[in-house]
């Protein structure tokens, strides 16, 4: 890659750049939620939360003031609800100790909670046009057909060697339209499913994969481990209309609100029995099927049953649908199950 491939990406981006509301602000914390939403699913999805999202907490100290409740409800269905939980940790950080502003420093940046070094990379050269290069997944892959680079993409020594690369070409170019050529060159261009649009590539003249006619085998996938299978039975205990839920105070999804439910697979005898056991008193059990939830590392395969009951069961909390829906963050592994009561 020389500077006159650079020069053509960056021009290339200036002309076609998709138009994007992060992209109307050079307010820091507006890209920082951006870019945190933007590592959990596909910008057509992220367009929506972010709207909402900066309505209900325009700033860094509406952000460090919301209930763990609020906040929750507003990621709900975005997933790695650590990641909200995060935000929120960092905001409460920065009214602390940063007069509430993000930091234009990388070494401060990176000592906050959820910033690593690819979002502290994006703040810093999108909104604080500081030369310094952000590297996801997008780059990565840019990279590894423009070099026909055959190692493991998820080794670290690539990742800084890419960003050795970039950190000298970046200082020559406005930082902010450099890192978003390359996003989104791997975005709309250098596609990951599917064939890649190389005649359209501004890099194609450097790019070594396209010339060996390659660019599929690139970047190179090493054998992922299989994801882990978790049987569940899910209870929704149904007493005078309202529907049981708990909040969820560990691990996975925690700080969600979820439908009680055990790590095991019953049938419907199971459930009768097992409630029996417990001394719970019911009056009707309905099967609501087969549910199946994918997460990055394990599946949820869930039988799931409405239980109405003649007493409340537990402590639960037990809640409406409507209000449930409303006011509840539930992560999407039981929203199917909600959808379909
Ligand atoms: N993905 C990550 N950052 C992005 C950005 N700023 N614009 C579009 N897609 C992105």
Redesign the pocket.
């Known amino acids: 890659m020389k500077q006159q491939d650079i020069e053509n990406l960056v021009l290339w981006y200036q002309k076609n750049k998709?138009d994007?509301p992060?992209?109307h602000t050079k307010d820091a914390y507006k890209?920082w939620i951006?870019?945190i939403m933007?590592?959990q699913t596909r910008?057509e999805a992220v367009k929506r939360y972010y709207e909402v999202f900066l309505k209900s907490l325009p700033t860094v100290y509406d952000l460090a003031q919301v209930s763990d409740d609020e906040l929750l409800k507003l990621w709900e269905g975005l997933g790695y609800y650590s990641r909200a939980r995060n935000l929120k940790k960092c905001a409460c950080e920065l009214v602390r100790s940063y007069q509430g502003v993000l930091p234009d420093d990388e070494k401060e940046l990176l000592s906050l909670p959820g910033i690593g070094e690819y979002t502290a990379g994006?703040i810093l050269s999108?909104a604080y046009l500081k030369p310094v290069p952000?590297i996801?997944g997008?780059v990565m892959r840019v990279l590894s057909r423009v070099y026909e680079d055959e190692r493991d993409m998820l080794n670290s020594q690539v990742r800084k060697e890419y960003s050795e690369i970039l950190r000298k070409f970046i200082k020559k170019y406005p930082p902010d339209d450099f890192?978003?050529s390359f996003?989104?060159l791997g975005?709309v261009v250098c596609v990951p499913n599917g064939t890649p649009l190389c005649e359209e590539c501004p890099l194609k003249r450097c790019c070594k994969a396209h010339r060996h006619h390659k660019e599929l085998l690139y970047p190179v996938k090493s054998a992922k481990k299989p994801r882990k299978i978790i049987s569940k039975t899910v209870f929704v205990f149904e007493y005078c209309g309202r529907y049981s839920i708990l909040k969820k105070e560990e691990g996975l999804l925690s700080g969600t609100y979820e439908f009680p439910n055990v790590d095991e697979k019953m049938c419907q005898d199971d459930v009768k029995k097992y409630l029996a056991q417990q001394g719970c008193s019911f009056s009707k059990i309905v099967s609501l099927g087969e549910f199946k939830h994918i997460f990055s590392h394990l599946e949820w395969h869930m039988n799931a049953y409405v239980i109405s009951l003649q007493k409340p069961f537990k402590d639960y909390l037990y809640v409406g649908l409507e209000e449930i829906k409303m006011n509840y963050s539930i992560p999407s592994a039981f929203q199917k199950i909600l959808e379909k009561i």
């Open positions: 998709r994007l992060w992209r890209i951006s870019e933007l590592q910008v994006a999108i952000a996801d997008n890192t978003q996003i989104e975005a």
